[in-house]
């Protein structure tokens, strides 16, 4: 049996493994997708590195996939439709938090490439009712990074209100593309990066910041919004000094190291501290639906597969400026 080519987390804290496993097999309604690309994700990095606790192992990690249905046992989709497989792969409908539209809360929701297995690899079953058809005019390579960084990025974007003036905090993937859904609706937007990171600056202005600096430094202005990225729980406290009354934070990732103590002062005057979980379908519908119409466009890094853990290893040092991509088949 030739099986297929997977890149495995088998341990926490250790680099990911090349593997040939068994073809997976749809079960009913769902679909058997070959893999043309897949793009890492910061989740990937933290399931790796063992800040979030592993629901399975081994388990191949990956939730922005996008490839072609190659099996169907299910009604949705025909055999050669171009779709993507996002971070939410099982909501059961059913629960308090399902029937409020709360289906990236659910109780037994699942998630790709954490509790089943994902896009890093040559194949990949998915509930058809998970998968969505991808935008039209766009080639893989640049749809990948919509698939989280895009869907949970535009969620955290519209928890963060209506807002004039938005900084983003962290300036990789999803602000990257976030940046250009905040600038079609008029907002200013300022970006905060790790001190000194001149590159990471020059980035974010090339994509149509208006502004970019430290993100430990004052805010050239008060903000009206901020959107934490970055998983430094520092930010928090920074981003809060930010805003002005009324104004809201969201914390956009899954993880985040713990948030020093501040002092009440700077969350009174009605600010607003979230965070955002997962997301729904809805979101990537609406996003899906948004994307070529403005049109976004994503900056990627390509790798193949078998270097997935050169990507991550790019990823924890901050030296990717838009998406990692791998290119699969
Ligand atoms: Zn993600
Ligand atoms: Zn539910």
């Given amino acids: 049996m ?59 990690p990956g939730h922005q996939v996008v490839g072609v249905v190659e099996e169907t046992a299910g009604r949705r989709f025909q055999v050669g439709d171009r779709i993507g497989v996002a971070w939410l792969a099982f909501a059961d409908g059913v629960c308090r938090f399902c029937r409020d539209g709360l289906e990236n809360l659910c109780e037994k929701g699942l998630f790709t490439g954490y509790d089943r297995d994902g896009g890093y690899a040559e194949l990949v079953t998915a509930d058809e009712r998970f998968c969505y058809p991808l935008p039209s005019g766009y080639p893989y390579l640049s749809a990948a990074p919509l698939l989280c960084g895009g869907l949970i990025g535009f969620r955290a974007w519209r928890m963060a209100g209506p807002a004039e003036r938005i900084g983003f905090y962290g300036f990789g993937s999803a602000a990257h593309i976030i940046l250009q859904v905040a600038r079609n609706g008029g907002q200013r937007v300022y970006a905060f990066v790790r001190s000194g990171d001149r590159e990471a600056e020059q980035f974010a202005l090339e994509r149509g910041a208006d502004w970019a600096g430290a993100s430990l430094e004052p805010a050239p202005e008060p903000l009206d919004a901020a959107i934490i990225f970055a998983s430094a729980g520092e930010l928090v406290p920074a981003a809060l000094r930010a805003v002005r009354p009324g104004g809201t934070v969201v914390c956009a990732g899954i993880h985040m190291s713990d948030i020093p103590s501040f002092p009440y002062s700077i969350l009174w005057g009605e600010c607003v501290l979230r965070s955002v979980a ?23 890094e390509t790798h193949l597969l078998r270097d997935a853990n050169l990507a991550l290893d790019r990823l924890r040092s901050g030296a990717i400026h838009g998406s990692a991509v791998l290119t699969i088949a």
Wanted: hydrophobic letters at 45%.
């Fill in 2 to 60: 030739a099986g297929m080519r997977a890149m495995v987390v088998e341990a926490p804290r250790r680099p990911l493994v090349e593997r040939q496993l068994p073809d997976p097999r749809p079960q009913a309604g769902e679909v058997l997708i070959r893999v043309h690309a897949c793009a890492v994700c910061r989740t990937d990095l933290h399931i790796a590195d063992g800040e979030i606790p592993l629901h399975k192992r081994p388990v191949v």
């Fill in 278 to 300: 997962n997301l729904t379908r809805q979101d990537a519908y609406d996003f899906l639906e948004l994307a070529p119409t403005i049109p976004i466009e994503t900056a990627v």
